[in-house]
Structures are given as C-alpha cells and as structure tokens.
C-alpha cells in the first residue's frame, strides 16, 4: 500500500507519519518511510537545489521540472522496489505537493503537471492521501519556530494561502484517494483518526 502526506508548511505531517509507521511496524508490517522531494540519493541533490536559495531562484515551471527529476529517480529507486516487496510506503509528500506548490499557488501551467505526472508516475498512485488542512498563519510560525526556514517557508502568506486552497481543491476532486484531516488539533487526535482510516483501508 502506498499512503502519501499532503498539506502546507508545519500542518504536522512529518510528525504524524512517523507515528503511523511505529504504528504499522509494531502490527507486524514492512514500511518504507520516504520523503520528497528526496527519497533517493539522486533526489536528495536536487532536494538541495529547491530548498535552499532566494525565493525567486526558480520559476514555478522550473520547480516543477525538478520535482519531477527527483521523483522520477524517488520512483525507481525506492518506491517502486519497496511496493513490489509488499511493504507500506510511507511518503512525506508527493505528486499533490507539485501540483499545491507550483500550480495552484505558483501559477504554473497546470497542463505542464498534468504532462509530467502521466509521464513520470504512470500507474505508481497513492492508494491513500491524507491532507492536513490548517491556517496557513499557524503552521508558517510553527514552521518558523523550528528556525532557518527554507525559500518555500519564505514566500509569504498570499502565497500559503493560496496553497491551502489548492491542497483544499484536489482533496475535493478525489474523495476516494483524499481524506482532508484537520490539523489544528492534538497530536493523539491526529493520529487516532488516521489509525482508524489506515485501519479500514489496509
């Protein structure tokens, strides 16, 4: 099973996706905790490239490109092989982030997404996709409380609420895959509801 972590900077995702695999593994299952962009080493050169710099460094068609350069090699190199031997995988964001980040919030051409998902992914899709919805004012001062935020932390909140909306809108348009979590409260309650929905689908 493949299970992804959507949402905006600090919604908790990366906390949550740890307790789910303590979770899984205490039940008995292989797990492959991942993240992007990254995942892989070639991935992890080009996590280095997005992350960091001004936040104009590149274009929203250019992040784009290189997202899906890190994914294709996250792909082949991890996900895949780790699927193929039975295991849950467990990705700290994916395709949806693309399409969040550069699209919906970045104004890339969504057709540009679209092309690059059906190329690169094929039929490699998350069975499950939990978005973590939260006030985009209260996750960037959680991630700023974590220090030195990186260029997508610094683009502002126009540009974060934005993101929202658009994390909001592909939960909407795939309610089989997606399931929209409310992120402002406690860690346990999080992590009982998603116990509950990984229960049900595995």
């Not at 409380?145 to 994390?167: Q, S």
């Not at 929209?180 to 406690?186: E, F, K, M, V």
Request: with cysteine; proline share 3%.
């Amino acid at each position: 099973m493949f299970i992804t972590f959507e949402g905006g900077e600090g919604a908790g995702k990366s906390t949550q996706i740890r307790l789910l695999a303590a979770r899984l593994e205490a039940l008995g299952r292989k797990v492959c905790l991942t993240r992007e962009p990254g995942g892989a080493p070639e991935a992890e050169a080009l996590r280095e490239l997005l992350i960091h710099g001004g936040t104009d460094r590149w274009s929203p068609e250019a992040e784009a490109l290189l997202n899906y350069a890190a994914r294709d090699a996250h792909l082949r190199q991890t996900i895949r092989p780790a699927l193929a031997r039975g295991e849950v995988v467990l990705c700290d964001r994916f395709m949806d982030s693309t399409r969040a980040y550069q699209a919906y919030a970045g104004g890339a051409d969504m057709g540009l997404v679209d092309a690059l998902e059906r190329a690169i992914l094929g039929p490699t899709r998350p069975h499950l996709t939990l978005v973590f919805d939260l006030d985009p004012a209260l996750g960037l001062a959680r991630a700023q409380a974590r220090g030195g935020a990186d260029r997508f932390e610094r683009k502002g909140l126009a540009f974060h609420e934005r993101l929202r909306e658009g994390f909001i809108a592909i939960a909407a348009a795939d309610k089989k895959r997606c399931v929209r979590l409310d992120a402002s409260r406690s860690i346990d309650a999080i992590a009982a509801e998603i116990a509950s929905i990984v229960e049900v689908r595995l």
